[in-house]
């Protein structure tokens, strides 16, 4: 067991908490969605299908999303995590707005993502706020 996934379980965790173990499997899936959505965002700027303003919050989440693991359990910053993963949905629903008038599809398959972010974001705000 590696000394961030001790620490991690040291916290005091909500009851309706997952078990440590669905998190792999669901960002996995999560990723994947990422992946697809996320490029072809990505692609449509390449292509001028859109304007490059469009890709902003989807580079900005990627970014957030990216952090969130190495404040979490690299720095063991619930405070910085909380922050970070706010600032997950709030560049995933600023994404999802931006892009619907391009391409619904795009905007519609972040449902998934979205309903997760949001399920970790009160997660993460409710541990900072019991291991305060």
Known sequence: MNKAYSWYQTLVKPSWAPP???FGPVWSFLYCLIALSFGSVFYKVATKSVPPVVALP?????IFNLAFSPIQFGLRNNALAAVDILLVLGT???AIVVIFPYSSWIAYIQAPYLLWVIFATILQLTITFINR
Do not use: Q
């Open 92 to 94: 995933l629903i600023w």
């Open 58 to 62: 989807f580079v900005l989440n990627l």
């Open 20 to 22: 440590s173990w669905l």
